[in-house]
Protein backbone atom coordinates (compact mmCIF):
# COMPACT_ATOMS: atom_id res chain seq x y z
CA UNK A 1 0.00 0.00 0.00
CA UNK A 2 1.11 3.51 -0.94
CA UNK A 3 2.20 6.17 1.32
CA UNK A 4 -0.01 9.23 1.86
CA UNK A 5 1.64 11.30 4.21
CA UNK A 6 5.91 12.05 3.65
CA UNK A 7 8.41 11.04 5.80
CA UNK A 8 8.63 11.64 9.97
CA UNK A 9 11.68 14.31 8.91
CA UNK A 10 9.61 16.09 6.34
CA UNK A 11 6.29 16.21 8.02
CA UNK A 12 7.64 18.89 10.87
CA UNK A 13 8.58 21.81 8.24
CA UNK A 14 5.61 21.15 5.71
CA UNK A 15 3.66 21.29 8.27
CA UNK A 16 5.18 24.94 9.73
CA UNK A 17 5.26 25.79 5.37
CA UNK A 18 1.34 25.43 5.72
CA UNK A 19 0.77 27.18 9.02
CA UNK A 20 2.64 30.38 6.97
CA UNK A 21 0.20 29.49 3.72
CA UNK A 22 -2.84 29.80 6.36
CA UNK A 23 -1.91 32.52 7.97
CA UNK A 24 -0.95 34.59 4.67
CA UNK A 25 -4.41 33.63 3.15
CA UNK A 26 -5.86 33.94 6.99
CA UNK A 27 -4.16 37.57 6.57
CA UNK A 28 -5.07 38.78 3.48
CA UNK A 29 -8.89 37.62 2.96
CA UNK A 30 -10.32 38.39 6.75
CA UNK A 31 -7.69 41.01 8.51
CA UNK A 32 -6.53 43.28 5.44
CA UNK A 33 -9.49 44.56 3.79
CA UNK A 34 -10.34 45.72 7.93
CA UNK A 35 -6.83 47.45 8.46
CA UNK A 36 -7.44 49.11 4.80
CA UNK A 37 -11.07 50.25 5.69
CA UNK A 38 -9.64 51.77 9.12
CA UNK A 39 -6.71 53.27 6.95
CA UNK A 40 -9.56 54.95 4.55
CA UNK A 41 -11.65 56.31 8.32
CA UNK A 42 -8.44 57.80 9.69
CA UNK A 43 -7.57 59.58 6.24
CA UNK A 44 -11.18 61.15 6.06
CA UNK A 45 -11.35 61.57 9.95
CA UNK A 46 -8.54 63.70 9.53
CA UNK A 47 -10.21 65.60 6.69
CA UNK A 48 -12.99 66.97 8.22
CA UNK A 49 -10.75 67.42 10.87
CA UNK A 50 -8.77 69.64 8.80
CA UNK A 51 -12.03 70.92 7.47
CA UNK A 52 -13.57 71.66 10.74
CA UNK A 53 -10.63 73.59 11.81
CA UNK A 54 -10.72 75.70 8.70
CA UNK A 55 -14.47 76.69 9.14
CA UNK A 56 -13.87 77.31 12.61
CA UNK A 57 -11.23 79.63 12.21
CA UNK A 58 -13.97 81.39 9.24
CA UNK A 59 -16.61 81.32 11.48
CA UNK A 60 -14.56 83.28 14.56
CA UNK A 61 -13.49 86.09 11.77
CA UNK A 62 -17.80 86.33 11.30
CA UNK A 63 -18.11 89.76 13.58
CA UNK A 64 -15.05 91.23 11.92
CA UNK A 65 -15.70 90.73 8.03
CA UNK A 66 -19.83 91.91 9.02
CA UNK A 67 -18.03 94.73 9.97
CA UNK A 68 -15.83 95.40 7.42
CA UNK A 69 -18.80 94.62 4.88
CA UNK A 70 -21.31 97.09 6.98
CA UNK A 71 -18.39 99.81 6.57
CA UNK A 72 -18.09 99.04 2.47
CA UNK A 73 -22.14 99.71 2.45
CA UNK A 74 -22.09 102.97 4.42
CA UNK A 75 -19.00 104.06 2.10
CA UNK A 76 -21.07 103.17 -0.86
CA UNK A 77 -24.09 105.33 -0.05
CA UNK A 78 -21.58 108.09 1.14
CA UNK A 79 -19.98 108.10 -2.03
CA UNK A 80 -19.94 110.71 -4.56
CA UNK A 81 -18.74 107.92 -7.17
CA UNK A 82 -22.52 107.03 -8.04
CA UNK A 83 -25.30 108.92 -9.23
CA UNK A 84 -27.05 110.99 -6.57
CA UNK A 85 -30.39 110.32 -7.90
CA UNK A 86 -32.67 106.63 -6.69
CA UNK A 87 -33.32 105.75 -9.95
CA UNK A 88 -32.91 105.72 -13.80
CA UNK A 89 -35.57 108.09 -14.81
CA UNK A 90 -34.27 110.76 -12.32
CA UNK A 91 -30.95 109.73 -12.59
CA UNK A 92 -31.06 110.08 -16.83
CA UNK A 93 -32.28 113.84 -15.99
CA UNK A 94 -28.75 114.12 -13.62
CA UNK A 95 -27.11 113.04 -16.41
CA UNK A 96 -28.69 115.21 -19.04
CA UNK A 97 -27.57 118.30 -16.70
CA UNK A 98 -24.54 117.27 -16.24
CA UNK A 99 -23.87 117.09 -19.78
CA UNK A 100 -24.95 120.30 -20.20
CA UNK A 101 -22.61 121.52 -16.76
CA UNK A 102 -19.45 120.41 -18.83
CA UNK A 103 -20.31 122.11 -22.25
CA UNK A 104 -21.23 125.71 -20.04
CA UNK A 105 -18.30 125.81 -18.29
CA UNK A 106 -15.47 123.50 -20.75
CA UNK A 107 -16.45 124.62 -24.21
CA UNK A 108 -14.57 128.18 -25.30
CA UNK A 109 -18.12 128.76 -27.45
CA UNK A 110 -21.03 126.50 -25.65
CA UNK A 111 -22.69 127.86 -28.53
CA UNK A 112 -20.70 126.05 -31.08
CA UNK A 113 -21.57 122.84 -29.09
CA UNK A 114 -25.22 121.85 -28.59
CA UNK A 115 -26.49 118.62 -28.03
CA UNK A 116 -29.05 117.66 -30.61
CA UNK A 117 -30.48 114.74 -29.16
CA UNK A 118 -30.78 112.24 -26.52
CA UNK A 119 -32.37 109.12 -25.44
CA UNK A 120 -32.17 106.94 -22.58
CA UNK A 121 -31.32 103.60 -22.64
CA UNK A 122 -32.61 100.68 -20.81
CA UNK A 123 -29.16 99.36 -18.71
CA UNK A 124 -28.71 95.19 -18.89
CA UNK A 125 -29.55 93.25 -15.64
CA UNK A 126 -26.76 91.26 -15.09
CA UNK A 127 -24.30 94.06 -13.76
CA UNK A 128 -24.40 94.44 -9.88
CA UNK A 129 -24.91 98.18 -9.90
CA UNK A 130 -28.25 99.55 -11.88
CA UNK A 131 -26.44 101.53 -15.12
CA UNK A 132 -28.09 104.50 -16.19
CA UNK A 133 -27.60 105.52 -19.96
CA UNK A 134 -28.41 107.93 -22.52
CA UNK A 135 -27.48 108.33 -25.80
CA UNK A 136 -26.03 111.74 -26.98
CA UNK A 137 -25.95 113.03 -30.57
CA UNK A 138 -24.22 116.81 -30.22
CA UNK A 139 -22.38 119.00 -32.71
CA UNK A 140 -18.74 120.25 -31.86
CA UNK A 141 -15.92 121.63 -32.31
CA UNK A 142 -12.77 119.32 -31.93
CA UNK A 143 -11.06 121.31 -29.21
CA UNK A 144 -13.76 121.60 -27.24
CA UNK A 145 -15.09 118.38 -27.39
CA UNK A 146 -12.09 116.81 -26.43
CA UNK A 147 -12.50 118.85 -22.95
CA UNK A 148 -16.13 118.10 -22.58
CA UNK A 149 -15.64 114.38 -22.84
CA UNK A 150 -12.70 114.78 -20.72
CA UNK A 151 -14.08 116.56 -17.88
CA UNK A 152 -16.95 114.05 -18.25
CA UNK A 153 -14.69 110.75 -18.14
CA UNK A 154 -12.69 112.39 -14.57
CA UNK A 155 -15.40 114.32 -13.08
CA UNK A 156 -17.41 113.45 -9.66
CA UNK A 157 -19.84 111.46 -9.97
CA UNK A 158 -17.86 108.54 -12.02
CA UNK A 159 -19.60 109.08 -15.51
CA UNK A 160 -17.99 107.03 -18.88
CA UNK A 161 -18.57 107.63 -22.24
CA UNK A 162 -18.64 104.61 -24.70
CA UNK A 163 -19.28 103.54 -28.02
CA UNK A 164 -17.91 107.04 -29.92
CA UNK A 165 -18.59 107.84 -33.12
CA UNK A 166 -17.15 110.99 -35.01
CA UNK A 167 -18.66 112.56 -38.22
CA UNK A 168 -16.69 115.38 -39.95
CA UNK A 169 -18.96 118.29 -40.83
CA UNK A 170 -17.78 121.57 -42.69
CA UNK A 171 -20.46 124.07 -42.77
CA UNK A 172 -20.52 127.75 -44.54
CA UNK A 173 -22.26 130.75 -43.26
CA UNK A 174 -22.00 134.70 -44.01
CA UNK A 175 -20.03 136.99 -41.28
CA UNK A 176 -20.80 140.19 -42.73
CA UNK A 177 -19.25 140.13 -46.60
CA UNK A 178 -17.35 136.92 -45.39
CA UNK A 179 -18.38 133.42 -46.25
CA UNK A 180 -16.75 131.37 -42.75
CA UNK A 181 -16.27 128.04 -43.51
CA UNK A 182 -17.21 125.97 -39.60
CA UNK A 183 -15.63 122.43 -39.11
CA UNK A 184 -17.58 121.00 -36.70
CA UNK A 185 -17.36 117.32 -35.85
CA UNK A 186 -21.16 115.46 -35.51
CA UNK A 187 -20.06 112.76 -32.14
CA UNK A 188 -22.50 110.09 -30.91
CA UNK A 189 -21.88 108.02 -27.90
CA UNK A 190 -23.10 106.51 -24.51
CA UNK A 191 -23.16 108.44 -21.53
CA UNK A 192 -23.77 106.64 -18.65
CA UNK A 193 -23.32 106.01 -14.82
CA UNK A 194 -24.32 104.05 -12.03
CA UNK A 195 -27.13 103.98 -8.95
CA UNK A 196 -25.58 103.93 -5.44
CA UNK A 197 -28.10 101.26 -4.37
CA UNK A 198 -26.67 97.86 -6.10
CA UNK A 199 -29.13 94.91 -7.36
CA UNK A 200 -26.68 92.48 -5.54
Given amino acids: MAQLLPDKERQKPLAYLLLVVVLIVFYYVLIQPHVLRHMELNDAIGQMRSSEARYRAAIAQRPELEQRIAQVRQGQRNSDLFLEQQNANLASSELTTRLKEVINTSADNPDNCQVLSQQNV ?14 VRMRCE ?6 VLYQLENGRPYLFVDNVTLYRQVT ?29
Fill in 142 to 147: VADLSR
Fill in 172 to 200: RRRQGRELVEEKMLDVRFDLFGYLRGGQA
Fill in 122 to 135: RAPDEEQFERVTIK
